[in-house]
């Protein structure tokens, strides 16, 4: 099973890089590509076509300003598509974000916070572990551990106010 993670620009990729450690803290090395829908539009329709004929399961699309390569890639395949925002200088995001959470009935696409790729990353590794139970022990495991982690930092705190 594969994830992919696209994106509009390499500029993107200081956003979805967190996307591709927790995938791989997982075990799962996604393929990556930088497809534009408004400058090489041809070739991302392309790729979303046959993103399933590869293998792919899951697909993550981050953009800025417009936002709209989550939607066109969501528009050319029947995969899920997890979009994330990424944050501009000018709107922070909040463009972005607006942009790919209101998609028309019928193109849907999962929308994650502003600049949000590792919980891209993990909502991606649950859809594949709702049929894959290695990957759901991994993500119960990695639930267990945030607990652990949360449970220390509570403690490191109450022994400092002591």
Known sequence: MSIAIVMGSDSDWRVLEDAQKTLLEFGITPEVEVLSAHRTPEAM????HKASGRGIKVIIAGAGGAAHLPGMVASATS???I???ISLKNLEGIDSLLSIAQMPAGVP?????IDGAKNAALMAIRILGS????ILRQMDDYRA??????SEKNQKLKDSLE
Request: proline share 8%.
């Open 45 to 48: 329709l392309d790729w979303s």
């Open 79 to 81: 995969l899920p598509v």
């Open 83 to 85: 979009g994330v925002p």
């Open 109 to 113: 696409v999962a929308t994650m916070a």
């Open 131 to 134: 049929s894959d139970e290695g």
């Open 145 to 150: 551990q945030l607990k652990v982690q949360v």
